[in-house]
């Protein structure tokens, strides 16, 4: 082998040789065993229910953090994040008191890479309150500007009121729960579902509280004007032998406009009265809607009708058994029929609802005590119905007294016979 090619193959055995004694020193020197510490993980707290069911709240503003002494070779360590790290604390493992608890963290999670050094002194103090609740309505801080011409109502909100519950030094900052939005150049109705913010004196939300409720629907309505109610009035009292059964407006609400000071002190409006002296029957009649001064009807027509409905007093028959009682020892009682006729009385809305099951009839036999034929009225009485009836007919029936014929008697007389 000549001198070139014995030169060839010296250089590809020392770049073999520098690469194993570079892998070496990396191996030794560069990448060796240390141990550092992660500070700052957070610690995740699970089953919080347990704290809840003890009537226990956690303090607001803790910082639940562990920090942990890890080993591994330089490279590792390195690589290592704090996301790479999973910490608990399971609330439902121990029994709480209120003040300063310190508890055991758990390590769910971390690199294989590496070996934690500190697990069994790894703690984490947590505050313990009393939990306490309180009930406070739901304010809205909506603010609505409207087109020219355009009246906002002041919004309706539900639910009206909420919990707020959590640990006492939170929920005494709690001075109130608002929806809050801003709203211009509105014409049409604003509805919508709002989050509801726990708030303290400054206005500034409060954390660490639970309500019952995370929003509540908001409702504010856009009209050039106000819608109100429109209430029916009446005077006098109907003739007898008729009740009034219901009033039927045409409008049940009206849209008025006016200037808003006024507006505002209106919730709704009444109409002229109906005298039921002079209402005999059921009939339909125009009534005025009354205004105050500077306000007017939106629709332009101040005017509805109304129809009165009279219910009348009617019969209604019935064909029912009755019952007798009070029969004397010794006699037979014999009734000319089973069934007898009943007349009642009643206004007809509520007639309709009586069965021959809410009729009572019945007979005391106590004061006969001779033979012979006699005509009686069976008492008849209401049962399981509410309403004003009275009874206008009974049918009378027949009866028939006669002595029992004692056995032994009949004996004696076969005897004679023979």
């Known amino acids: 082998m000549d001198n070139k090619e014995k030169n060839k193959l010296i250089v590809p055995i020392i770049c073999v040789l520098l690469s194993i004694g570079l892998w070496i020193y990396?191996?030794?020197?560069?990448?060796?065993?240390?141990?550092?510490?992660?500070?700052?993980?957070?610690?995740?707290?699970?089953?919080?229910?347990?704290?809840?069911?003890?009537?226990?709240?956690?303090?607001?503003?803790?910082?639940?953090?562990?920090?942990?002494?890890?080993?591994?070779?330089?490279?590792?360590?390195?690589?290592?994040?704090?996301s790479d790290f999973k910490l608990q604390v399971d609330l439902s493992e121990y029994a709480w008191k209120k003040g300063v608890n310190k508890v055991p963290v758990t390590i769910v999670d971390s690199p294989i890479s590496v070996s934690i050094r500190n697990t069994n002194t790894l703690t984490i103090q947590l505050n313990i309150e009393d939990m306490v609740e309180k009930t406070l309505p739901v304010i809205s801080n909506i603010k609505v500007t409207t087109k020219?011409?355009?009246?906002?109502?002041?919004?309706?909100?539900?639910?009206?009121?909420?919990?707020?519950?959590?640990?006492?030094?939170?929920?005494?900052?709690?001075?109130?729960?608002?929806?809050?939005?801003?709203?211009?150049?509105?014409?049409?109705?604003?509805?919508?579902?709002?989050?509801?913010?726990?708030?303290?004196?400054?206005?500034?939300?409060?954390?660490?509280?639970?309500?019952?409720?995370?929003?509540?629907?908001?409702?504010?309505?856009?009209?050039?004007?106000?819608?109100?109610?429109?209430?029916?009035?009446?005077?006098?009292?109907?003739?007898?032998?008729?009740?009034?059964?219901?009033l039927e407006s045409s409008r049940n609400t009206v849209e008025i406009l006016g200037p808003k000071?006024?507006?505002?002190?209106?919730?709704?409006?009444?109409?002229?009265?109906?005298?039921?002296?002079?209402?005999?029957?059921?009939?339909?009649?125009?009534?005025?809607?009354?205004?105050?001064?500077?306000?007017?009807?939106?629709?332009?027509?101040?005017?509805?009708?109304?129809?009165?409905?009279?219910?009348?007093?009617?019969?209604?028959?019935?064909?029912?058994?009755?019952?007798?009682?009070?029969?004397?020892?010794?006699?037979?009682i014999t009734p000319s029929k089973d069934l007898i006729k009943v007349t009642i009385k009643g206004y007809e809305d509520e007639i309709s609802s009586v069965v021959a099951d809410n009729l009572k009839a019945s007979i005391d036999l106590s004061s006969y005590k001779e033979e012979g034929t006699f005509e009686v009225t069976p008492k008849v009485t209401f049962s399981g119905v509410n309403g004003d009836y009275t009874v206008s007919y009974v049918e009378p029936i027949s009866i028939t007294v006669t002595k029992e014929v004692e056995q032994g008697s009949n004996d004696n007389n076969n005897n004679t016979e023979q």
Do not use: C, H
């Open 26 to 82: 990396v191996t030794n020197v560069e990448n060796k065993i240390r141990t550092t510490e992660i500070s700052k993980i957070p610690v995740e707290l699970v089953n919080l229910d347990a704290l809840t069911s003890s009537k226990l709240a956690l303090s607001p503003d803790q910082e639940l953090y562990a920090t942990l002494k890890v080993e591994g070779n330089n490279n590792d360590i390195n690589k290592i994040k704090k």
């Open 148 to 246: 020219q011409g355009y009246f906002a109502s002041e919004p309706i909100i539900s639910p009206e009121e909420v919990k707020v519950s959590g640990a006492e030094s939170s929920i005494n900052k709690v001075s109130k729960l608002v929806v809050v939005d801003n709203k211009e150049g509105a014409s049409e109705d604003i509805v919508g579902d709002y989050e509801i913010k726990p708030v303290d004196d400054s206005g500034e939300k409060v954390l660490g509280v639970t309500l019952s409720q995370e929003t509540a629907k908001v409702e504010v309505r856009i009209s050039k004007g106000k819608s109100v109610k429109v209430s029916v009035e009446t005077t006098g009292t109907l003739p007898t032998g008729v009740k009034l059964r219901s």
């Open 261 to 332: 000071e006024i507006l505002d002190t209106i919730g709704e409006v009444k109409t002229t009265p109906i005298d039921l002296s002079s209402i005999t029957s059921s009939q339909e009649v125009n009534l005025k809607i009354i205004l105050p001064e500077g306000v007017m009807v939106a629709q332009g027509d101040d005017m509805l009708s109304v129809k009165v409905n009279l219910a009348g007093m009617i019969t209604k028959d019935f064909s029912i058994k009755y019952s007798l009682s009070g029969a004397n020892k010794g006699l037979k």
